[in-house]
């Protein structure tokens, strides 16, 4: 079982920088990918950031905009978000995929942090 925390949302002026922060607590026989969705009010969740091994994806709306980034170790995963916009405005959500010993795959997700971005 693996518990994901995030920290570091907050209210920011259009512009602004914040940086997530999520940290993962548990085991788990192998991490795929380490992630940050979103969602807005009365939308769905979508895909931010994903970061793999070696190699990093973005959604089209934030790129050039954020990073995401994780320690060697797997344990923490960040979203420095830069030139913030009010369409930002989200609860942002880490997400850890991986596989059990036995190979059958496995998601966490995180209970979220609000993010508002004022005009």
């Known amino acids: 079982q693996v518990q994901l925390v995030e920290s570091g949302g907050g209210l920011v002026q259009a512009g602004g920088s914040l940086r997530l922060s999520c940290a993962a607590s548990?085991?788990?026989?192998?991490?795929?990918?380490m992630g940050w969705y979103r969602q807005a009010p009365g939308k769905q969740r979508e895909l931010v950031a994903v970061?793999?091994?070696?190699?990093?994806n973005y959604a089209d709306s934030v790129k050039g905009r954020f990073t995401i980034s994780r320690d060697n170790a797997k344990t923490m995963v960040y979203l420095q978000m830069n030139s913030l916009e009010p369409e930002d405005t989200a609860v942002y959500y880490c997400?850890?995929?991986?596989?059990?010993?036995?190979?059958?795959?496995?998601?966490?997700w995180g209970q979220g942090t609000q993010v508002t971005v004022s005009s």
């Open positions: 997400n850890v995929a991986g596989a059990r010993a036995s190979g059958s795959t496995v998601v966490y």
């Open positions: 970061i793999t091994s070696g190699r990093s």
């Open positions: 548990g085991s788990i026989f192998s991490i795929n990918a």
